[in-house]
């Protein structure tokens, strides 16, 4: 009796949702090498994912062939080269689609607006809409920091367990902007705490003399992100503070939400 053609998915190449699963196992080991700081081994990642040794080594192999794995002398494998190109496309894209509540920040607000990643070690800007007073704060789209000294480090790592953050702080040292940044991982620590506590970060002339900068993370970013604004001092004072924060932590949930219901 002849068999009937249309039989059950294959598991191997469908998973339940409707998707292909060797992608979808493709992107969960690059994901668990960014977790796992960038390089393992993949009797490490047998152990974490439960995939057989056999069935990753085919997908490192794949990744390795198309760029976006390398493998090291020490036989451990690391994220390669090509997934820098995806990555900076996807800041640039994410720059955007952040713009329009950027430039609520600034109508509300009345002070520039910024958004920001963590990149690695670093704070990067990826998008910027200027305050209209004639005197007001230009951070460079593109420009990488060191987050010890901005609010929107302060608000990234607010959401970084201590130990990490310390051996980010290790890693880069802490150089003195002005004589107001934070320079000891004791203070920074208890500067995060303070975030956590009141919802919301401070640069108050740390990194620039005269400047004041606040910052809120975006819950639920695809990637760790922050929106803030800055102004001079004299205008982001304490009785300003208090009107602005609520716009930020407000204009944050909404991105969060449009960032979610775009997929990206």
Same mark, same amino acid.
């Given at each position: !009796?002849?068999?009937?053609?249309?039989?059950?998915?294959?598991?191997?190449?469908?998973?339940?949702?409707?998707?292909?699963?060797?992608?979808?196992? +493709?992107? @969960?080991?690059?994901?668990?090498?960014?977790?796992?700081?960038?390089?393992?081994?993949?009797?490490?990642?047998? /152990?974490?994912?439960?995939?057989?040794?056999?069935?990753?080594?085919?997908? !490192? $192999?794949?990744?390795v062939a198309c760029g976006y794995v390398r493998q090291q002398s020490n036989r451990r #494998?690391?994220?390669?080269?090509?997934?820098?190109?995806?990555?900076?496309? +996807?800041?640039?894209?994410?720059?955007?689609?952040?713009?329009? #509540?950027?430039? $609520?920040?600034?109508?509300?607000?009345?002070?520039?607006?910024?958004?920001?990643?963590? @990149?690695?070690?670093?704070?990067? #800007?990826?998008?910027?809409?200027?305050?209209?007073?004639?005197?007001?704060?230009?951070?460079?789209?593109?420009? $990488?920091?060191?987050?010890?000294?901005?609010?929107?480090?302060?608000?990234?790592?607010?959401?970084?367990? @201590?130990?990490?953050?310390?051996?980010?702080?290790?890693?880069?040292?802490?150089p003195a902007a002005t004589d107001r940044t934070i320079t000891t991982p004791e203070g920074?620590?208890?500067?995060?705490?303070?975030?956590?506590?009141?919802? #919301?970060?401070?640069? @108050?002339?740390?990194?620039?003399?005269?400047?004041? %900068?606040?910052?809120? %993370?975006?819950?639920?970013?695809?990637?760790? +992100?922050?929106?803030?604004?800055?102004?001079?001092?004299? $205008?982001?004072?304490?009785? /300003?503070?208090?009107?602005?924060?609520?716009?930020?932590?407000?204009?944050?949930?909404?991105?969060?939400?449009?960032?979610?219901?775009?997929?990206?």
């Amino acid at each position: !009796m002849p068999t009937s053609s249309a039989s059950t998915p294959d598991p191997a190449k469908s998973s339940g949702g409707g998707g292909v699963q060797s992608l979808e196992r +493709a992107f @969960d080991l690059l994901e668990r090498m960014a977790d796992a700081g960038g390089e393992v081994g993949l009797s490490e990642v047998s /152990a974490t994912s439960g995939l057989p040794l056999p069935t990753i080594h085919r997908l !490192m $192999r794949t990744l390795v062939a198309c760029g976006y794995v390398r493998q090291q002398s020490n036989r451990r #494998y690391a994220l390669g080269p090509r997934l820098i190109r995806l990555g900076e496309s +996807a800041s640039r894209l994410l720059g955007t689609w952040a713009r329009p #509540y950027l430039a $609520r920040l600034v109508e509300e607000t009345g002070e520039t607006a910024n958004m920001a990643l963590l @990149d690695g070690d670093e704070v990067v #800007y990826v998008a910027q809409v200027p305050s209209k007073h004639s005197m007001r704060m230009f951070t460079e789209v593109g420009r $990488r920091v060191l987050p010890h000294s901005t609010g929107v480090g302060k608000a990234l790592l607010s959401a970084v367990p @201590d130990d990490e953050v310390r051996a980010l702080l290790s890693r880069t040292g802490m150089p003195a902007a002005t004589d107001r940044t934070i320079t000891t991982p004791e203070g920074f620590l208890a500067a995060l705490e303070e975030v956590r506590r009141h919802g #919301y970060a401070m640069d @108050d002339n740390e990194q620039e003399v005269g400047v004041r %900068c606040l910052a809120v %993370c975006v819950p639920d970013s695809p990637t760790a +992100a922050a929106i803030s604004i800055s102004g001079p001092a004299g $205008r982001v004072t304490e009785a /300003a503070t208090e009107k602005i924060v609520p716009v930020l932590q407000q204009v944050a949930a909404e991105l969060s939400q449009a960032l979610a219901s775009s997929g990206a």
